[in-house]
């Protein structure tokens, strides 16, 4: 099984440079505007785009995706919704590989045979379910692969070696190292620890790793970018949304832009530094 | 009725946290190893003597138990002048509203906080709804000192502002959670968030029997001296096992630590009572009469949500069950049938406090009038030789307050 996905990871590793994950929260700050910000984040310099499903209780998340969450599920957001906006996206895309992010519940509620029929029908590539460790791939992992989807997991600060077999055990696509022990957007990651742990993770497998939790600027983004293989931002492309609505919470002619503009700079950082390193 | 039953009620959960489909381990990648460590050193404990003789001694010389088992004879009396045929059962109060703090929630943080020092943990933190678990929780963390921080909603900490007081003169940080639905759903989410930020150092101390395993286990666990004890103390009231029990349900710990002691004695009828709000039509926190399992908090059980899987927030006079979930147990009690859940209002439950406060001067915390506003129906059904037991979790102090603007509100 090939998935875009994995022929992205082949690309971005032909031209010798890390990929650029921009996460965002499908429906922030309303459904049109995220259809009109995901549809322009290749452009921008995306190489992968995570979408998260919003959630009530998002329990690992920060304020910064909380709020993004509380926003999209205002506006009415739901996972109906949500994969109407993959389809949208995918009319326009083949290449750029999605992954939604989130919480198990509204997935279980959808029902999950239904749920990965229909994702994978609107041309979703993979699934990070934050909520669902290697202990419970029963429920959604096992029928995730089966279905062609990839399963993408998590490993931590505290996943150590004696239990990274077991979570890289069905993992596919990419791994996903959350840089800090903490929630998303809190503090800084040092680049120092990723490294090495970067490099334990590639010592149990050949999956490509990306790294997030915490990076918020093109600065942060290079540092990340040359010692591994993609660099996931998150809370700062949402608070880039956030600061930009008007008083009603509403979209204003600045969101796009203010998206658009950080995925670019972020994009350029990412992309100075295997040439930073080569030289 | 098409439900096969299991040979024993008490085997569970299995070895993955399983009991039936309800119960797991749903948390992020950070918290499994924790966990799992939490799931070995509670099985160690369990099977060392000395952890049983120490926490023994501090349940007997520091929390002050045994907890009477007490005949309500003027309530007794008054269901029985509601019954037609002079029936009505006898009415008995396990009064853990006695326990030093003023509720059961102390059974089980006391276990849980001899856990952390034995695990080497020097940080503890807590979610409460009502206050009482986070009261208990800086209870012990003084008299072990221990650093404390209690995540509590805002709108809880609003209308629980004794207890607020109680935990920060005991010596513990009160941190106010303004997220989502401010009440003990988002004190839940912000202690986990505290806990993957503070692996190293921290224990969770989890206020009832729910979340991801081993808690729903240990918890009840640590309760079940509740149900111990009844089990003692009406054998020498009257010689033989009491025909039935009632306990209120937010979370469910101080019903599962009387009712587990009892499943296995078929003999023994067992009523659950959730909080019905204002109706179980509006705004209420009945998840097993109002909601459908789901995922939340580590683990699945019935929970209030939309058609989305949007949790949804619930509502009770009572801030200790104002909880949109039920611990897993209880779902799966439920589903096998070994246990009724049933489920008072606001109205019948401040009926019931009023009640109980002016027949036996015991003013009982609103969560466990619940519980004695369902006695009040159920009495009257039973044979005069009918033995009722309610448990009386907790005391009413706290809610005097809310009470009063309540009837104040009404008048």
């Known amino acids: ?279 | 009725m098409n439900v096969r039953q299991p040979n024993t009620f008490r085997s569970g959960p299995d070895e993955r946290g399983h009991f039936g489909i309800f119960g797991g381990r749903f948390v992020a990648e950070t918290l499994m190893p924790l966990i799992l460590d939490l799931e070995k050193a509670y099985a160690e404990a369990k099977a060392d003597p000395e952890f049983k003789r120490e926490m023994d001694g501090y349940l007997t010389h520091y929390v002050g138990r045994p907890s009477p088992l007490y005949f309500a004879e003027r309530m007794t009396e008054y269901c029985r002048k509601a019954s037609t045929g002079g029936a009505g059962a006898k009415i008995y109060f396990k009064r853990e509203e006695l326990n030093h703090t003023g509720a059961h929630k102390v059974n089980n943080v006391l276990g849980q906080i001899m856990l952390a020092r034995r695990m080497g943990k020097t940080r503890i933190i807590a979610e409460t709804g009502a206050g009482m678990h986070g009261v208990a929780t800086a209870t012990l963390c003084a008299r072990f000192g221990l650093p404390c921080i209690v995540y509590m909603g805002a709108v809880d900490i609003e209308r629980q502002q004794q207890n607020v007081f109680r935990m920060q003169m005991l010596g513990a940080e009160v941190r106010p959670v303004t997220s989502g639905s401010k009440t003990l759903k988002d004190a839940m989410n912000d202690a986990l968030r505290d806990w993957v930020t503070n692996v190293a150092d921290t224990f969770y101390c989890i206020g009832t029997v729910a979340g991801p395993h081993p808690y729903p286990m240990m918890v009840r666990d640590f309760q079940c001296v509740i149900g111990n004890e009844t089990r003692e103390q009406m054998q020498q009231a009257e010689g033989r096992l009491p025909d039935s029990l009632v306990a209120c349900i937010g979370g469910g710990s101080n019903a599962m630590g009387l009712f587990h002691p009892f499943l296995d004695d078929a003999g023994v009828e067992i009523f659950g009572v959730e909080a019905a709000g204002h109706g179980l039509t509006g705004l209420h926190a009945a998840s097993i009469a109002g909601g459908r399992p789901g995922v939340l908090h580590g683990n699945r059980t019935y929970l209030l949500m939309d058609d989305d899987g949007q949790i949804a927030e619930a509502h009770s006079i009572s801030a200790g069950l104002d909880y949109p979930g039920i611990g897993p147990e209880h779902s799966w009690l439920h589903e096998i049938k070994r246990v009724q859940y049933l489920s008072a209002t606001d109205d019948e439950a401040l009926h019931a406090f009023q009640l109980c406060s002016k027949l036996e001067g015991i003013i009982p915390a609103l969560e466990p009038a619940h519980a004695i506003a369902k006695v009040l129906e159920l009495a009257p059904q039973k044979p005069k030789d009918h033995l009722m037991v309610v448990n009386v979790s907790g005391r009413g102090d706290k809610d005097l307050a809310s009470v009063a603007q309540h009837l104040g509100k009404k008048a």
């Open chain 1, 1 to 279: 099984m090939s998935t875009r996905i994995d022929a992205r990871f082949a690309k971005l590793h032909q031209e010798g440079r890390a990929g650029l994950v921009t996460f965002l929260t499908a429906g922030d700050p309303d459904y049109a505007a995220s259809v009109a910000i995901v549809k322009a984040l290749p452009g921008a310099g995306a190489d992968v785009i995570e979408l998260g499903m919003p959630f009530t209780d998002p329990m690992a998340d920060g304020p910064s995706v909380q709020a993004a969450g509380l926003r999209a599920l205002a506006a009415g957001q739901t996972m109906v919704k949500t994969l109407a906006l993959v389809r949208e996206f995918r009319a326009g895309d083949d290449a750029t590989p999605i992954v939604l992010m989130g919480y198990y519940n509204p997935i279980y509620i959808y029902g999950v045979t239904r749920f990965l029929a229909d994702a994978k029908a609107a041309g979703v590539d993979g699934l990070i379910v934050v909520d669902l460790p290697p202990e419970e791939d029963d429920e959604l992992c096992i029928p995730a692969l089966k279905a062609g989807l990839n399963f993408i997991r998590l490993a931590t600060p505290t996943t150590d070696d004696k239990r990274l077999p077991a979570v890289l055990a069905n993992t596919s696509g990419f791994v996903y190292y959350v840089s800090i022990a903490g929630i998303t957007g809190a503090a800084a990651p040092d680049a120092g620890k990723v490294a090495s742990a970067v490099a334990r993770i590639k010592r149990h497998t050949a999956l490509p790793v990306a790294v997030g939790f915490g990076v918020r600027t093109p600065e942060q983004a290079r540092a990340i970018a040359q010692i591994s293989d993609a660099v996931v931002v998150g809370s700062a492309l949402v608070d880039a949304i956030g600061i930009s609505l008007d008083q009603a919470g509403k979209a204003t002619t600045g969101t796009l832009a203010a998206v658009t503009g950080l995925v670019s700079a972020l994009a350029a950082g990412i992309r100075g530094a295997r040439r930073e390193a080569a030289e």
